[in-house]
């Protein structure tokens, strides 16, 4: 079983900057993929970044983040960290950190951001 523990969330003006972190403990070597979703209030949760775990994938962003955001892997803390620039308001959200493949999916518990305007 893998556990995550997100830190780095907080209040930011808008135009700001802040690093989120997410520590995975336990083997993720099977899993294809770990990143980054985030729910706002009364919206769906939507993407907003991923690296690849496993050969051949592809780090990914959300269109929403493009540009801005920047994520990277520390492979031998099993640590995956979510670089914000240039933060808007609409990036006010809970942002989850997860892993993902066929041994399943695991998300944290969650951290929240908020860009004031």
């Known amino acids: 079983q893998v556990q995550l523990v997100e830190s780095g969330g907080g209040l930011v003006q808008a135009g700001g900057s802040l690093r989120l972190s997410c520590a995975a403990s336990g083997s993720i070597s099977k899993f294809n993929a770990m990143g980054w979703n985030r729910q706002a209030p009364g919206k769906q949760r939507e993407l907003v970044a991923f690296?690849?775990?496993?050969?051949?994938?592809?780090?990914t962003y959300g269109d929403s983040v493009k540009g801005r955001f920047t994520i990277f892997r520390d492979n031998s803390e099993n640590t995956v960290y979510l670089q914000m620039n240039s933060l808007k308001p609409e990036d006010t959200a809970v942002y989850y950190c997860g892993v993902w493949g066929r041994p399943g999916a695991y998300w944290g518990q969650g951290t929240q951001v908020t860009v004031s305007s």
């Open positions: 690296v690849p775990i496993t050969r051949g994938g592809a780090t």
